[in-house]
C-alpha cells in the first residue's frame, strides 16, 4: 500500500471486499482520498474513520492540507475489513 509521509493509503476497494483474517468495522464515516483511496495513520491500527459524520468532516479539512488534497471526503461505509498485524495491539 502507498505511503504518503505518515499516511498509508488502502485503495477503498481493498476494505470494502471480505477477505480471511481481517478485523471488521461496521458503521463508519471514513476519510477518502480523490483516488478512492481511505486513510491510515502509520498502521492499520489506526484507522481514519470515525461513527461521527461531523468529527469526520472536521477531521477531512485539517488532513486534505496535509496531504495535500483537497478533495478528500467521508463516506459512510456499512462493511470495512481490516488488515491487521498481531504485533500492532
Keep these: 500500500m502507498?505511503?504518503?509521509n505518515k499516511w498509508?493509503?488502502?485503495p477503498?476497494?481493498?476494505i470494502t471486499t471480505p477477505?480471511?483474517?481481517r478485523i471488521c468495522y461496521s458503521s463508519r464515516w471514513w476519510?477518502?482520498?480523490s483516488n478512492n483511496e481511505v486513510l491510515f495513520y502509520k498502521s492499520y491500527n489506526s484507522p481514519?474513520?470515525?461513527g461521527n459524520k461531523k468529527l469526520s468532516e472536521y477531521l477531512a479539512g485539517r488532513i486534505s492540507k496535509e496531504i495535500?488534497?483537497?478533495n478528500l471526503t467521508c463516506q459512510f461505509i456499512d462493511m470495512a475489513f481490516i488488515p491487521h498485524?498481531?504485533?500492532d495491539y
Excluded: F
Design 48 to 50: 481514519q474513520c470515525n
Design 85 to 87: 498485524d498481531c504485533g
Design 2 to 4: 502507498p505511503i504518503q
Design 68 to 70: 495535500e488534497d483537497s
Design 19 to 21: 477477505k480471511e483474517g
Design 12 to 14: 477503498l476497494s481493498d
Design 31 to 33: 476519510l477518502v482520498t
Design 8 to 10: 498509508i493509503l488502502v
